[in-house]
């Protein structure tokens, strides 16, 4: 396989592009801790390692792509979170961000519970043994027959979004001869500092029981009333990839004032509120996540100082973080099967994925970081676009980044923090097959979802 360099390419862009990579790290072997695990390592050999794991023998073992998460990593995130919030609060693992049996089982014995927002989410929570009191469930327009499964399987809350949704749980509980556990979602009215596809407490999307115009009010009101519900607290959940801690801020102050104002309407203190998730992480350098301790600190002082202002009994706190828990614990590990230099642009970087393994630079614009990760190279750095294999120039994985200029089909390259939101918003598009997640632990993986087939995909097709 040739690794010679590529002299039509460039090595630095006559454009350098705007944001975090507009200029080459000081050394392309070094991994960036800030978007790369502790227990990735780059070896004497040049081979970058997970968990004692060289990606060579991942890559030989498993194939490419695939995705690799450090199980050991995710459970003590797990757990830090727990920690942080201690026994006197519920740390609720949000279940879009990614889920498999395997991450329920490990999230059962970490202590924590989860947030589920569909029905498929909620069979693949209970039958990986979640009890049900433990699960949250979630979603703006969760089906009759969704809420009846949710209901008869006993889960712990589920979060109302809509004035038609009160009603329907309230009727189903009752057919079903139970009294459900509720929150209601309300939308604060903040808007949070993050893209605006992601933001959900400001007036003009879909989540939620707006605070403003006293319809958050309201809903308590019809909430109270019904005999099918018990009515436990209020949910909020402001956006994600969020790093300013102001709009939680806002958002528990809103919630407080809401729950002084039901008690001094109807006598009633509720004893919970959930804050959501939305904590975002580091996919490059430039960003500077919040540890999990800071965090339940922050919250929970301002709910104790807004309570003792409103002279309300300080309720039990829940968060539903999601991409803090699992987002760095995994990248992907991708093959390079073609090097296309522009000249006087940049050189495109094809991998075997792309955009329906990780839809997110598509979708947001969001920003990734890639290393080299079978060897180590001591070629100048060139200005490369990572790109998938599908019939779409949008096709991008990692929009800018510098890799070395001798980068050959053949060289494995690997993109970090792509543990949230990759493979739970994974597709087929063009008929791809997506990727299995490897879960490293004590030197060694396993599959805990299996890379899909062609008899997967042709399964569903009838006729
Ligand atoms: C209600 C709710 N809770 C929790 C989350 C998890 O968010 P994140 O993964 O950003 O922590 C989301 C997603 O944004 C959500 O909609
Ligand atoms: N899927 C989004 C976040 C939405 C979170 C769910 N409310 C992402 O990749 O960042």
Sequence with gaps: MSRSAHPAGPRHADVLPEGHYSAPPADLNALDRKVWAETVTRGEDGVVSVGGVPVTRLAEEFGTPAYVLD?????????????????????????KAFLSRAVVRWLHEEGLNLDVCSGGELATALSAGMPAERIAFHGNNKSVEEIRRAVEAGVGRIVLDSFQEIVRVAHLAQELGKRQKVQIRITVGVEAHTHEFIATAHEDQKFGIPLAGGQAAEAVRRALQLDGLELIGIHSHIGSQI????????????????????????????????????????YTSGDDPREPHEIAKALTEIVTRECEAARLRTPRISVEPGRAIVGPTAFTLYEVGTVKPLAGLRTYVSVDGGMSDNIRTALYDAEYSVALVSRASDAEPMLARVVGKHCESGDIVVKDAFLPADMAPGDLIAVPATGAYCRSMASNYNHVLRPPVVAVRDGAGRVIVRRETEEDLLRLDVG
């Design 71 to 95: 199980e050991t990593d995710f459970r003590a995130r797990a757990r830090a979170w727990r920690t942080a919030f201690g026994p006197d609060a519920d740390v609720f693992y949000a279940g």
């Design 243 to 282: 790093f300013d801690m102001s709009g939680f801020e806002v958002a528990a102050h809103r919630v407080v004032g809401l729950l002084r104002d039901i008690r001094d309407e109807h006598g009633v203190e509720l004893p919970e509120i959930d804050l959501g998730g939305g904590l975002g992480i580091a």
